[in-house]
């Protein structure tokens, strides 16, 4: 956005807090021309922002991707490596559960030349990873689970369980069925 005029910027910003708006509401799935009517601009204009669906969608999960990306800093320097892997996944679930459509995003295959450190799937798995390794060290998780078996833990029961009156209570349960399969011997 740097360089850009300030009605352009002026534009995305509102542009981009209806999107998020309109996908906490609807998903991933949210109309990109609904999107433009309730913003006020022409299709072209959201597209001129937001080439995709994905680029608009990781527009919307980016604050909160870093912020789960720094609580997995942060609970790297926690002496129980395990719990701390399990609480940071937990609010990873929590998170997708309640902001429709992150799962969505988690679970896209980037092509090699979309992918980005800034992109939500890379950045959340490098941020998972550390808690990983961290965990695997100290032999509180077994040495087979990678960080991506993980996070298609999470992002399945996310997708299993949003559209369920109160997805929580499933998912809730869904996650502990998986925690307890991933210590050591399966405890």
Request: with cysteine; aromatic share 4%.
């Amino acid at each position: 956005m740097t360089g850009q005029r300030s009605d352009a910027r002026r534009n995305y910003t509102h542009i981009l807090a209806v999107a998020e708006a309109e996908v906490a509401t609807q998903g991933a799935q949210a109309s990109l021309e609904q999107i433009a009517r309730i913003a006020g601009v022409g299709s072209a204009t959201v597209r001129r922002h937001f080439p995709t669906r994905k680029a608009l969608l990781e527009a919307v999960f980016k604050q909160r991707v870093h912020d789960l990306c720094d609580r997995a800093r942060t609970l790297c320097g926690e002496p129980d490596s395990r719990s701390a892997l399990v609480e940071w996944l937990r609010e990873l679930l929590a998170y997708s559960l309640a902001a429709r459509g992150l799962a969505d995003v988690l679970s896209y295959q980037p092509l090699q030349d979309e992918a980005t450190q800034d992109s939500c799937a890379p950045a959340i798995g490098a941020a998972g990873a550390l808690l990983l390794r961290k965990a695997i060290d100290d032999r509180t998780v077994r040495a087979d689970i990678t960080i991506d078996d993980l996070l298609v833990l999470i992002i399945g029961i996310a997708l299993a369980t949003e559209n369920f009156t109160d997805p929580a209570t499933p998912a809730d349960r869904a996650f502990r069925l998986a925690v307890a399969g991933i210590g050591v011997n399966g405890t």
